[in-house]
């Protein structure tokens, strides 16, 4: 069946420092990918989404590559802030369920 | 006005008791879900609906029910809650038409605690 596997957290940065957030999926066809983040106290917001093969998805300085050769979409941003400090969801999208499929959840924590 | 909104925020109960959670939207949305937020679990799938006349089990719907009054409105059940119930609940919507059909809209949450 169709699975999202993120890396655990929680993950403590400095602000200023390289994000990454790891994701891997498994899914037949051609799901699309998405990563939501959910800042304290608030329900989830989509953070970027990515629908096919090679696309990059990016926003708020945060991007993330839809690799179909080895099933990923890890997140990446070049230089994190406090206001960063949250929990970031990896997600798939299939049509055949119509359904979001979500990973675990990574939290972050960025220190001044 | 928040798009989907989720009453109540908070809710504390006990053991066999019956409680419902309410969700509503003004986003024009044909399809709503329930999910729940546990820690290190990420968001589990209890129940969707893609249309007013339309009820689909999600991964975990053991111990919860819905109803779908309107369009925009979808309500979620524990007819005996539980303390594993204990958890973030929440509400999401899409829509089935145009080209963001896969985005889903999170209401903020209700947080429910099983004594």
């Known amino acids: 069946g169709n699975s999202v596997t993120q890396m655990e957290g929680p993950v403590t940065l400095s602000e200023e420092a390289f994000l990454t957030i790891n994701c891997t999926y498994t899914?037949?066809?051609?799901?699309?990918l998405f990563w939501y983040v959910q800042y304290p106290g608030e329900g989830l917001q989509l953070l970027l989404k990515?629908?096919?093969?090679?696309d990059k998805g990016s926003n708020k300085g945060f991007e993330a590559t839809y690799r179909k050769e080895t099933t990923s979409f890890h997140l990446e941003k070049g230089s994190v802030q406090v206001s960063d400090s949250a929990v970031y969801f990896c997600?798939?999208?299939?049509?055949?369920?119509?359904?979001?499929?979500f990973g675990q959840g990574t939290e972050l924590s960025v220190k001044p | 006005d928040a798009d989907v909104t989720q009453t109540p925020r908070n809710r504390i109960t006990k053991t066999g008791k019956r409680i419902m959670l309410e969700c509503s939207q003004t986003?024009?949305?044909?399809?709503m879900y329930w999910y729940r937020q546990d820690p290190g679990l990420g968001l589990r799938l209890i129940y969707y609906?893609?249309?007013?006349?339309?009820?689909n089990k999600g991964e975990i719907s053991d111990g919860y029910s819905v109803s779908r009054q309107a369009q925009a409105k979808f309500s979620l059940s524990l007819e005996s809650a539980i303390p594993n119930q204990t958890a973030l609940y929440f509400c999401?919507?899409?829509?089935?038409?145009?080209?963001?059909?896969?985005?889903?809209?999170f209401g903020p949450g209700t947080r429910l605690t099983v004594l």
């Open positions: 999401a919507t899409s829509n089935s038409l145009g080209v963001r059909n896969n985005e889903q809209f």
């Open positions: 899914a037949t066809g051609y799901p699309s």
């Open positions: 990515a629908t096919k093969a090679d």
């Open positions: 997600a798939l999208y299939h049509n055949q369920g119509g359904k979001l499929i």
């Open positions: 986003k024009g949305h044909d399809r």
């Open positions: 609906s893609f249309d007013v006349k339309d009820i």
